[in-house]
């Protein structure tokens, strides 16, 4: 079973950038289109922010679009993805989280808190 470990989160003003990043114990996840989630203080549903497919193709939530970048690192067998994200905002606040698409796998991560302070 692949588990995932994200890293990266951190305390940030407005305007300032991070780098998220998703290492799996398993090359299996190598196969999978690939996303971020966040989920936000008070709800429980996780929303899709970025995704990344095995050709390359890319996708974002509309509040995403021109401030984070999701990518992926293939130069080791585990290949580590990535999320950047720039000009933050209070409302990028949460935690996010990597797993596969269509579906995700049934197991999480802990995911890494982001905190965007105003």
């Known amino acids: 079973q692949v588990q995932l470990v994200e890293s990266g989160g951190g305390l940030v003003e407005t305007g300032g950038s991070l780098r998220l990043a998703c290492t799996p114990t398993?090359?299996?996840?190598?196969?999978?289109?690939k996303a971020w989630y966040r989920q936000t203080p008070g709800n429980q549903a996780r929303e899709l922010v970025a995704?990344?497919?095995?050709?390359?193709?890319?996708?974002?939530a509309d509040s995403a679009k021109g401030r984070f970048t999701i990518s992926r690192e293939s130069a080791k067998d585990v290949a580590v993805l990535y999320l950047q994200m720039h000009n933050l905002k209070p409302e990028d606040t949460g935690n996010y989280f990597c797993?596969?698409?269509?579906?995700?796998?049934?197991?999480w991560g802990r995911g890494t808190e982001v905190t965007v302070s105003s």
């Open positions: 995704s990344i497919r095995s050709d390359g193709s890319t996708d974002y």
């Open positions: 797993n596969a698409v269509d579906p995700p796998f049934t197991s």
């Open positions: 398993s090359s299996l996840f190598n196969v999978y289109n």
